[in-house]
């Protein structure tokens, strides 16, 4: 088996679920190939108090959300000069336990915007040639910590976060347009439902753990404007209704918005009478779903999963695009 480390940390959902998509996407393209480790960073190499972000990150939102925005703000300044990128892996992480679990793996992937240059500081430090890959998963604006030159490849979500990057000094070469990594069977579902021979409106009601099957019989998609969510719901080719969120998450709001697949609703009110108007009105729901792929990439994680086997070597199947 190849085993991979994921360089994440659970300070929020998306990491986590971003690299269980990709690590769905490598069994079912090279099914007993692959091993992942989730090694969590902050939680394993941080000295005190980073070391305790995965607790103190949903009390901190929870709380004061105001302060926890102008701290990303901030740490985004931060991290686009250089000392900002060679500062945080001297400053806050130990590089010693990331280097022993190197030692396991052929490849490291980055899902956090924190860890991009603190993984290229592990592997100088290991003098490790193992290939080193970014899978951005934030969406229309990505934080600069995610773009650090000494990656061998960024894997970005939006024709925006190339732009991005390209501002921030990375060649083009290492840059690949995929989408967000969503879960495989949300496209072979959305194949499904497209060939299937549906009559009138078809809702579900209540809660499932999986999230395919409740958007499987949704009409619209109410929630927060994060990556994951929109991703998905562009997949399933779903109108959305978003609302809430931090400042971070204004530009995917304007990523749907211009795209004509969803609107921003401001509170409860809002939310109600928009999906009111569209459940009133087929004409105007049909063409917001008609909008949706154009924000869709229903093949992401496959592509990034095909990125990753060809990084260490494994041969991808005809047709995958280089």
């Known amino acids: ?141 990505p934080h600069s910590g995610w773009y650090h030159p000494g990656l061998d490849r960024c894997l970005v979500p939006t024709p925006s976060a190339i732009e991005r990057a390209i501002a921030l000094g990375l060649p083009p070469d290492k840059l690949r347009l995929v989408g967000h990594p969503a879960h495989p069977k949300f496209a072979l579902l959305a194949a499904r439902l497209r060939a299937a021979p549906w009559k009138g409106l078809v809702h579900v009601y209540g809660f499932v753990t999986n999230m395919e099957l409740l958007m499987r019989g949704a009409d619209i998609v109410v929630g927060k404007p994060g990556p994951g969510v929109i991703a998905e719901a562009a997949i399933m080719g779903l109108p959305m209704v978003l609302t809430g969120g931090m400042v971070n998450g204004l530009a995917n709001v304007r990523f749907v918005t211009d795209a004509g697949a969803g609107v921003y609703a401001k509170g409860p009110e809002e939310v109600r009478a928009v999906v009111a108007r569209w459940l009133s009105s087929p004409d105007e729901l049909a063409r917001r779903r008609e909008n949706t792929p154009k924000i869709a990439y229903p093949n992401a994680s496959l592509d990034i999963a095909d990125e990753i086997a060809r990084a260490v070597g494994v041969a991808v199947p005809r047709g995958a695009q280089p």
């Open 1 to 141: 088996m190849i085993r991979i480390g994921f360089l994440m940390s659970d300070t929020g959902g998306g990491h986590r679920a971003a690299g269980k998509a990709i690590e769905a996407a490598l069994h079912h393209r090279y099914p007993g190939t692959f091993a992942c480790e989730y090694f969590d960073v902050f939680r394993r190499c941080g000295l005190p108090p980073v070391k305790w972000a995965p607790e103190i990150y949903p009390r901190w939102v929870a709380r004061h959300q105001p302060s926890y925005d102008f701290f990303v703000a901030q740490m985004d300044r931060f991290f686009s000069t250089r000392i900002g990128r060679k500062g945080l892996p001297s400053w806050v992480l130990r590089k010693g336990p990331c280097v022993r679990a190197l030692r396991e793996w052929r490849g490291m992937v980055v899902l956090h915007a924190g860890f991009s240059g603190y993984a290229v500081a592990v592997r100088r430090a290991a003098r490790a040639r193992i290939p080193l890959l970014a899978v951005i998963t934030d969406m229309a604006s």
